[in-house]
Protein backbone atom coordinates (compact mmCIF):
# COMPACT_ATOMS: atom_id res chain seq x y z
CA UNK A 1 0.00 0.00 0.00
CA UNK A 2 1.24 3.67 -0.78
CA UNK A 3 0.48 5.64 2.46
CA UNK A 4 -0.22 8.89 1.12
CA UNK A 5 1.75 12.41 1.93
CA UNK A 6 0.91 14.36 5.61
CA UNK A 7 0.04 17.71 4.31
CA UNK A 8 -0.75 19.65 7.45
CA UNK A 9 2.60 18.72 9.63
CA UNK A 10 4.16 21.80 8.46
CA UNK A 11 7.29 20.22 7.45
CA UNK A 12 8.81 21.78 4.66
CA UNK A 13 10.44 18.34 3.12
CA UNK A 14 6.57 17.05 3.52
CA UNK A 15 5.02 20.05 2.18
CA UNK A 16 7.30 19.67 -0.99
CA UNK A 17 6.72 15.36 -1.57
CA UNK A 18 2.77 16.53 -0.98
CA UNK A 19 3.22 19.07 -4.18
CA UNK A 20 5.29 16.79 -6.15
CA UNK A 21 3.27 13.75 -5.74
CA UNK A 22 -0.08 16.31 -6.67
CA UNK A 23 2.20 17.60 -9.66
CA UNK A 24 2.54 13.90 -10.71
CA UNK A 25 -0.94 12.87 -10.61
CA UNK A 26 -1.99 16.37 -12.41
CA UNK A 27 0.14 15.00 -15.56
CA UNK A 28 -0.53 11.76 -15.38
CA UNK A 29 -4.36 12.82 -15.19
CA UNK A 30 -3.50 15.13 -18.04
CA UNK A 31 -2.38 12.72 -19.92
CA UNK A 32 -5.55 10.48 -19.44
CA UNK A 33 -7.91 13.35 -20.34
CA UNK A 34 -5.83 14.15 -23.42
CA UNK A 35 -6.34 10.47 -24.59
CA UNK A 36 -10.00 9.29 -23.07
CA UNK A 37 -11.66 13.09 -22.74
CA UNK A 38 -12.08 14.28 -18.88
CA UNK A 39 -15.35 12.23 -18.80
CA UNK A 40 -13.44 8.67 -19.79
CA UNK A 41 -9.88 8.99 -17.61
CA UNK A 42 -10.58 6.87 -14.34
CA UNK A 43 -8.48 7.23 -11.17
CA UNK A 44 -7.51 3.65 -11.61
CA UNK A 45 -6.32 5.10 -14.61
CA UNK A 46 -4.38 7.72 -13.23
CA UNK A 47 -2.92 5.82 -10.33
CA UNK A 48 -1.51 3.27 -12.90
CA UNK A 49 0.13 5.97 -14.76
CA UNK A 50 1.68 7.33 -11.80
CA UNK A 51 2.59 4.25 -10.03
CA UNK A 52 0.04 4.76 -7.02
CA UNK A 53 -3.13 3.15 -5.97
CA UNK A 54 -6.28 4.41 -6.20
CA UNK A 55 -6.90 4.92 -2.62
CA UNK A 56 -3.66 7.95 -2.63
CA UNK A 57 -4.99 9.60 -5.67
CA UNK A 58 -8.54 10.08 -3.53
CA UNK A 59 -6.30 11.43 -1.00
CA UNK A 60 -5.30 14.47 -3.02
CA UNK A 61 -8.45 14.74 -4.95
CA UNK A 62 -11.56 13.86 -3.41
CA UNK A 63 -13.62 13.26 -6.59
CA UNK A 64 -12.52 12.41 -10.50
CA UNK A 65 -14.38 16.15 -11.21
CA UNK A 66 -12.23 17.23 -9.10
CA UNK A 67 -8.63 16.29 -10.69
CA UNK A 68 -10.41 17.16 -14.14
CA UNK A 69 -11.15 20.70 -12.70
CA UNK A 70 -7.51 20.97 -11.55
CA UNK A 71 -5.81 19.93 -14.63
CA UNK A 72 -8.10 22.42 -16.31
CA UNK A 73 -7.17 24.89 -13.92
CA UNK A 74 -3.80 24.25 -14.57
CA UNK A 75 -3.44 23.98 -18.13
CA UNK A 76 -5.24 28.06 -17.83
CA UNK A 77 -2.87 28.98 -15.93
CA UNK A 78 0.13 27.57 -18.08
CA UNK A 79 -1.47 29.39 -20.72
CA UNK A 80 -1.47 32.82 -18.86
CA UNK A 81 2.21 32.77 -17.74
CA UNK A 82 2.79 32.22 -21.52
CA UNK A 83 0.50 35.01 -22.87
CA UNK A 84 2.20 36.97 -20.20
CA UNK A 85 5.81 36.46 -21.13
CA UNK A 86 4.51 37.72 -24.63
CA UNK A 87 3.40 40.24 -23.80
CA UNK A 88 6.59 42.15 -22.72
CA UNK A 89 7.31 42.39 -26.21
CA UNK A 90 7.05 45.50 -27.49
CA UNK A 91 4.99 45.28 -30.56
CA UNK A 92 2.04 42.49 -31.86
CA UNK A 93 4.25 41.30 -34.24
CA UNK A 94 7.06 40.45 -31.44
CA UNK A 95 4.57 39.26 -28.50
CA UNK A 96 2.78 36.88 -31.58
CA UNK A 97 6.25 35.09 -32.36
CA UNK A 98 7.23 35.06 -28.60
CA UNK A 99 3.85 33.27 -27.32
CA UNK A 100 5.00 30.84 -30.96
CA UNK A 101 8.46 30.05 -29.64
CA UNK A 102 7.51 29.52 -25.87
CA UNK A 103 4.92 26.72 -27.56
CA UNK A 104 7.68 25.48 -29.50
CA UNK A 105 10.06 25.31 -26.85
CA UNK A 106 7.10 24.05 -24.68
CA UNK A 107 6.61 20.82 -27.36
CA UNK A 108 10.34 19.91 -27.54
CA UNK A 109 10.60 19.67 -23.97
CA UNK A 110 7.58 17.39 -24.40
CA UNK A 111 9.06 15.52 -27.17
CA UNK A 112 12.17 14.74 -25.10
CA UNK A 113 10.85 13.48 -22.52
CA UNK A 114 11.34 16.26 -20.01
CA UNK A 115 8.04 17.30 -19.28
CA UNK A 116 4.58 16.60 -19.66
CA UNK A 117 1.63 18.14 -21.88
CA UNK A 118 -1.27 19.91 -20.05
CA UNK A 119 -4.62 18.96 -20.77
CA UNK A 120 -6.53 20.41 -23.81
CA UNK A 121 -9.90 22.50 -23.02
CA UNK A 122 -11.80 20.61 -25.16
CA UNK A 123 -14.25 19.51 -22.52
CA UNK A 124 -14.86 22.42 -20.36
CA UNK A 125 -18.34 22.74 -21.60
CA UNK A 126 -19.04 19.24 -20.41
CA UNK A 127 -18.05 20.10 -16.72
CA UNK A 128 -20.94 21.04 -14.06
CA UNK A 129 -21.57 23.63 -12.65
CA UNK A 130 -20.20 25.48 -10.31
CA UNK A 131 -16.71 23.97 -12.15
CA UNK A 132 -18.21 25.41 -15.24
CA UNK A 133 -18.40 28.67 -14.80
CA UNK A 134 -15.08 29.24 -13.53
CA UNK A 135 -13.14 27.36 -15.68
CA UNK A 136 -14.79 28.83 -18.96
CA UNK A 137 -14.24 32.72 -16.74
CA UNK A 138 -10.76 31.56 -17.03
CA UNK A 139 -10.97 30.40 -20.52
CA UNK A 140 -12.76 33.89 -21.59
CA UNK A 141 -9.82 35.81 -19.52
CA UNK A 142 -6.99 33.82 -21.50
CA UNK A 143 -8.58 34.82 -24.84
CA UNK A 144 -9.32 38.43 -24.12
CA UNK A 145 -5.26 38.45 -22.58
CA UNK A 146 -4.79 36.66 -26.11
CA UNK A 147 -6.55 39.70 -28.33
CA UNK A 148 -4.68 42.18 -26.10
CA UNK A 149 -1.45 40.67 -28.04
CA UNK A 150 -2.48 43.08 -30.42
CA UNK A 151 -2.94 46.56 -28.08
CA UNK A 152 -5.47 48.12 -27.45
CA UNK A 153 -8.31 48.65 -30.40
CA UNK A 154 -9.57 51.45 -31.99
CA UNK A 155 -12.91 50.73 -32.55
CA UNK A 156 -15.21 47.97 -33.05
CA UNK A 157 -13.88 46.76 -35.90
CA UNK A 158 -10.86 46.33 -34.68
CA UNK A 159 -11.57 44.68 -31.87
CA UNK A 160 -14.14 41.90 -34.03
CA UNK A 161 -10.57 41.41 -36.11
CA UNK A 162 -8.28 41.34 -33.16
CA UNK A 163 -10.67 38.43 -31.16
CA UNK A 164 -10.78 36.16 -34.69
CA UNK A 165 -6.69 36.85 -34.70
CA UNK A 166 -6.55 35.67 -31.39
CA UNK A 167 -8.48 32.46 -31.51
CA UNK A 168 -7.07 31.46 -34.38
CA UNK A 169 -3.32 31.80 -32.73
CA UNK A 170 -4.67 29.76 -29.97
CA UNK A 171 -6.22 26.98 -32.09
CA UNK A 172 -3.16 26.83 -33.73
CA UNK A 173 -1.03 26.17 -31.44
CA UNK A 174 -3.08 24.23 -29.78
CA UNK A 175 -3.20 22.20 -32.92
CA UNK A 176 0.35 21.94 -33.15
CA UNK A 177 0.41 18.82 -31.11
CA UNK A 178 -1.50 16.99 -33.32
CA UNK A 179 1.29 16.97 -36.40
CA UNK A 180 4.39 18.82 -34.99
CA UNK A 181 5.46 15.12 -34.15
CA UNK A 182 6.26 14.33 -38.03
CA UNK A 183 9.12 16.56 -37.90
CA UNK A 184 12.34 16.00 -36.35
CA UNK A 185 13.48 18.49 -33.21
CA UNK A 186 16.43 19.97 -35.04
CA UNK A 187 13.49 20.60 -37.58
CA UNK A 188 11.43 22.69 -35.00
CA UNK A 189 13.18 25.72 -35.53
CA UNK A 190 12.32 25.89 -39.26
CA UNK A 191 8.87 25.02 -38.97
CA UNK A 192 8.29 27.20 -36.16
CA UNK A 193 9.93 30.07 -38.59
CA UNK A 194 7.70 28.60 -41.42
CA UNK A 195 4.55 28.93 -39.32
CA UNK A 196 5.44 32.34 -38.03
CA UNK A 197 5.94 33.35 -41.83
CA UNK A 198 2.29 32.33 -42.19
CA UNK A 199 1.02 34.12 -38.80
CA UNK A 200 2.90 37.61 -40.62
CA UNK A 201 2.31 37.78 -43.83
CA UNK A 202 -0.48 35.01 -45.10
CA UNK A 203 -0.99 33.31 -48.76
CA UNK A 204 -2.06 36.32 -50.59
CA UNK A 205 0.28 37.98 -53.06
CA UNK A 206 0.08 41.69 -53.91
CA UNK A 207 -2.90 42.34 -55.67
CA UNK A 208 -4.75 39.46 -54.05
CA UNK A 209 -8.14 40.59 -53.22
CA UNK A 210 -11.04 38.99 -51.16
CA UNK A 211 -13.42 37.98 -53.79
CA UNK A 212 -14.78 34.54 -52.56
CA UNK A 213 -17.43 32.76 -54.44
CA UNK A 214 -19.47 30.56 -51.83
CA UNK A 215 -19.78 27.28 -53.41
CA UNK A 216 -22.64 24.97 -54.00
CA UNK A 217 -22.21 21.76 -52.24
CA UNK A 218 -25.54 20.59 -51.85
CA UNK A 219 -26.33 17.13 -52.74
CA UNK A 220 -29.26 14.18 -52.65
CA UNK A 221 -30.17 12.96 -48.88
CA UNK A 222 -30.95 9.12 -49.35
CA UNK A 223 -32.41 9.61 -45.87
CA UNK A 224 -32.88 12.90 -44.47
CA UNK A 225 -33.58 12.31 -41.06
CA UNK A 226 -30.39 10.73 -40.73
CA UNK A 227 -28.87 13.97 -41.97
CA UNK A 228 -30.63 16.16 -39.51
CA UNK A 229 -30.09 13.53 -36.81
CA UNK A 230 -25.72 13.57 -37.81
CA UNK A 231 -26.30 17.64 -37.30
CA UNK A 232 -27.62 17.73 -34.12
CA UNK A 233 -25.52 15.52 -33.05
CA UNK A 234 -22.29 16.81 -34.43
CA UNK A 235 -23.16 20.27 -32.75
CA UNK A 236 -23.85 18.75 -29.33
CA UNK A 237 -20.39 16.31 -29.66
CA UNK A 238 -18.59 19.87 -30.29
CA UNK A 239 -20.10 21.41 -27.43
CA UNK A 240 -19.71 18.64 -24.53
CA UNK A 241 -17.53 16.24 -25.79
CA UNK A 242 -17.55 12.58 -27.39
CA UNK A 243 -18.80 11.59 -23.79
CA UNK A 244 -20.94 14.24 -22.71
CA UNK A 245 -23.13 14.17 -25.72
CA UNK A 246 -25.21 10.99 -24.41
CA UNK A 247 -27.94 9.41 -27.07
CA UNK A 248 -30.51 11.03 -24.57
CA UNK A 249 -29.54 14.45 -24.99
CA UNK A 250 -28.98 14.04 -28.71
CA UNK A 251 -32.48 12.25 -29.02
CA UNK A 252 -33.92 15.30 -26.93
CA UNK A 253 -32.19 17.97 -29.03
CA UNK A 254 -34.34 16.52 -32.41
CA UNK A 255 -37.11 16.04 -29.72
CA UNK A 256 -37.19 12.08 -30.65
CA UNK A 257 -36.93 8.78 -28.51
CA UNK A 258 -33.62 7.07 -27.98
CA UNK A 259 -34.98 4.14 -30.14
CA UNK A 260 -35.01 6.78 -33.13
CA UNK A 261 -31.19 7.21 -32.34
CA UNK A 262 -31.20 3.57 -32.73
CA UNK A 263 -33.07 3.31 -36.30
CA UNK A 264 -30.27 5.68 -38.28
CA UNK A 265 -27.55 3.96 -35.74
CA UNK A 266 -26.37 1.26 -34.36
CA UNK A 267 -23.76 2.54 -31.47
CA UNK A 268 -22.64 5.74 -30.21
CA UNK A 269 -19.19 5.42 -31.78
CA UNK A 270 -20.47 5.06 -34.99
CA UNK A 271 -21.96 8.07 -34.44
CA UNK A 272 -19.10 9.86 -33.95
CA UNK A 273 -17.43 8.01 -37.04
CA UNK A 274 -20.74 9.23 -39.03
CA UNK A 275 -20.20 12.41 -38.34
CA UNK A 276 -16.13 12.73 -39.24
CA UNK A 277 -17.02 11.27 -42.56
CA UNK A 278 -20.14 13.28 -43.05
CA UNK A 279 -17.51 16.53 -42.25
CA UNK A 280 -14.62 15.25 -44.43
CA UNK A 281 -16.62 14.25 -47.04
CA UNK A 282 -18.21 18.10 -46.80
CA UNK A 283 -14.58 19.71 -46.78
CA UNK A 284 -13.51 17.49 -49.88
CA UNK A 285 -16.45 18.45 -51.60
CA UNK A 286 -15.96 21.88 -50.86
CA UNK A 287 -12.49 21.35 -52.47
CA UNK A 288 -13.34 19.36 -55.87
CA UNK A 289 -15.67 21.72 -56.28
CA UNK A 290 -13.69 24.78 -56.46
CA UNK A 291 -11.57 22.75 -58.47
CA UNK A 292 -14.41 22.00 -61.13
CA UNK A 293 -14.78 25.81 -60.93
CA UNK A 294 -11.51 26.50 -62.25
CA UNK A 295 -9.70 29.83 -61.44
CA UNK A 296 -6.75 30.74 -60.06
CA UNK A 297 -5.58 28.89 -56.91
CA UNK A 298 -5.76 32.02 -55.09
CA UNK A 299 -9.25 32.26 -55.94
CA UNK A 300 -10.16 28.07 -55.34
CA UNK A 301 -8.37 28.47 -51.67
CA UNK A 302 -10.59 31.62 -50.98
CA UNK A 303 -13.68 29.80 -52.07
CA UNK A 304 -13.04 26.76 -49.99
CA UNK A 305 -12.53 28.92 -47.10
CA UNK A 306 -14.89 31.12 -47.33
CA UNK A 307 -17.23 28.15 -47.76
CA UNK A 308 -16.11 26.02 -44.94
CA UNK A 309 -16.20 29.05 -42.73
CA UNK A 310 -19.71 30.11 -43.99
CA UNK A 311 -20.76 26.54 -43.01
CA UNK A 312 -19.80 26.69 -39.18
CA UNK A 313 -21.13 29.82 -39.02
CA UNK A 314 -24.48 29.17 -40.28
CA UNK A 315 -27.67 26.93 -39.28
CA UNK A 316 -26.75 24.08 -41.49
CA UNK A 317 -23.63 23.49 -40.29
CA UNK A 318 -21.65 22.65 -38.17
CA UNK A 319 -18.56 19.93 -39.27
CA UNK A 320 -17.08 17.91 -36.17
CA UNK A 321 -14.36 18.89 -34.08
CA UNK A 322 -11.24 16.86 -33.95
CA UNK A 323 -11.28 17.11 -30.20
CA UNK A 324 -14.16 14.40 -30.48
CA UNK A 325 -11.31 11.92 -31.67
CA UNK A 326 -10.24 11.02 -28.20
CA UNK A 327 -13.70 9.35 -28.09
CA UNK A 328 -13.43 6.80 -30.75
CA UNK A 329 -11.78 3.23 -30.23
CA UNK A 330 -7.78 3.36 -31.75
CA UNK A 331 -8.48 1.68 -35.12
CA UNK A 332 -11.58 4.07 -36.21
CA UNK A 333 -9.44 7.15 -34.64
CA UNK A 334 -6.60 6.21 -37.14
CA UNK A 335 -8.82 6.01 -39.87
CA UNK A 336 -10.33 9.56 -39.45
CA UNK A 337 -6.74 10.95 -38.59
CA UNK A 338 -5.93 9.40 -41.97
CA UNK A 339 -8.71 11.06 -43.99
CA UNK A 340 -8.04 14.46 -42.56
CA UNK A 341 -4.03 14.25 -43.35
CA UNK A 342 -5.53 12.74 -46.53
CA UNK A 343 -7.44 16.72 -46.83
CA UNK A 344 -4.19 18.78 -45.68
CA UNK A 345 -2.13 16.99 -47.82
CA UNK A 346 -4.69 18.08 -50.62
CA UNK A 347 -4.54 21.63 -49.05
CA UNK A 348 -0.94 21.63 -49.57
CA UNK A 349 -1.10 20.91 -53.55
CA UNK A 350 -3.48 23.80 -54.07
CA UNK A 351 -1.02 26.03 -51.87
CA UNK A 352 2.21 24.39 -54.12
CA UNK A 353 0.24 24.94 -57.34
CA UNK A 354 -0.93 28.39 -55.91
CA UNK A 355 3.00 29.03 -55.71
CA UNK A 356 4.25 27.73 -59.08
CA UNK A 357 1.11 29.97 -60.64
CA UNK A 358 2.45 33.24 -58.94
CA UNK A 359 -1.39 33.34 -57.58
CA UNK A 360 0.18 32.24 -53.64
CA UNK A 361 2.63 34.01 -51.82
CA UNK A 362 5.62 31.32 -51.26
CA UNK A 363 5.55 29.43 -48.02
CA UNK A 364 5.87 25.76 -46.71
CA UNK A 365 2.49 23.89 -47.88
CA UNK A 366 2.87 21.31 -45.61
CA UNK A 367 2.96 24.07 -42.82
CA UNK A 368 0.30 26.29 -44.07
CA UNK A 369 -2.20 23.72 -44.85
CA UNK A 370 -2.06 22.50 -41.36
CA UNK A 371 -2.92 26.24 -40.20
CA UNK A 372 -5.72 25.77 -42.88
CA UNK A 373 -6.96 23.03 -40.96
CA UNK A 374 -6.44 24.37 -37.72
CA UNK A 375 -8.93 27.26 -39.35
CA UNK A 376 -11.95 25.53 -40.25
CA UNK A 377 -11.66 23.27 -37.76
CA UNK A 378 -11.74 25.67 -34.75
CA UNK A 379 -14.14 28.20 -36.09
CA UNK A 380 -17.27 26.52 -34.67
CA UNK A 381 -16.19 27.77 -31.34
CA UNK A 382 -16.58 31.55 -32.85
CA UNK A 383 -20.22 31.11 -33.83
CA UNK A 384 -21.60 33.67 -31.13
CA UNK A 385 -18.86 36.01 -32.09
CA UNK A 386 -19.85 35.89 -36.30
CA UNK A 387 -23.57 36.37 -34.90
CA UNK A 388 -22.56 39.76 -33.73
CA UNK A 389 -22.04 41.34 -37.00
CA UNK A 390 -23.39 40.38 -40.88
CA UNK A 391 -22.12 36.58 -41.77
CA UNK A 392 -20.17 37.95 -45.11
CA UNK A 393 -18.08 39.92 -42.43
CA UNK A 394 -17.11 37.49 -40.22
CA UNK A 395 -16.52 34.81 -42.98
CA UNK A 396 -13.96 37.88 -44.36
CA UNK A 397 -12.32 38.38 -40.75
CA UNK A 398 -12.04 35.26 -39.58
CA UNK A 399 -10.71 34.06 -43.16
CA UNK A 400 -8.11 37.22 -43.43
CA UNK A 401 -5.96 35.47 -40.18
CA UNK A 402 -3.83 33.22 -42.51
CA UNK A 403 -5.24 34.82 -46.11
CA UNK A 404 -3.27 37.72 -45.21
CA UNK A 405 -1.66 37.60 -42.27
CA UNK A 406 -2.68 38.45 -38.28
CA UNK A 407 -1.29 41.75 -39.09
CA UNK A 408 -2.75 43.33 -42.22
CA UNK A 409 -5.90 44.93 -41.83
CA UNK A 410 -7.16 46.00 -45.12
CA UNK A 411 -10.17 43.73 -44.52
CA UNK A 412 -11.83 46.02 -42.39
Known amino acids: MNAPESKGSGDAGGTKRFRAKRDAILAAAAEAINDQSAKGMTFADVASRVGLNTTSVTYYFRRKEDLASACFEDTLERLQAMLDEAMAE ?5 RVARYLAINFERLARIQRGEEKAFAVLSDLR ?29 DRATKDL ?13 WLSAWLSRYDLDEFPRVEDRLMDVFRSGLAVDGDAWAPHLLDLAHDES ?8 TAA ?25 GSFYHHLDAKDELVTECYRRSFDTIASAQAVAHARGGTLWAMLSNVMATLLDIQFSERGP ?30 GMISDGVAEGSVRAVDPLVASQALMSLQNAAFDMRKWASAMPRERAVRYYASTLMYGLFDNRVL
Open 162 to 174: NGARAHVLLENTF
Open 234 to 258: TTLINELGYRGASVQKIASELNVTK
Open 90 to 94: ATPEA
Open 223 to 230: EPGRAAFL
Open 126 to 154: AMDEPMKGRLLAGWQRVFRNTRALWGDPS
Open 319 to 348: LLRTTALSGLPPRDRQTMIDRSNRIARRFA
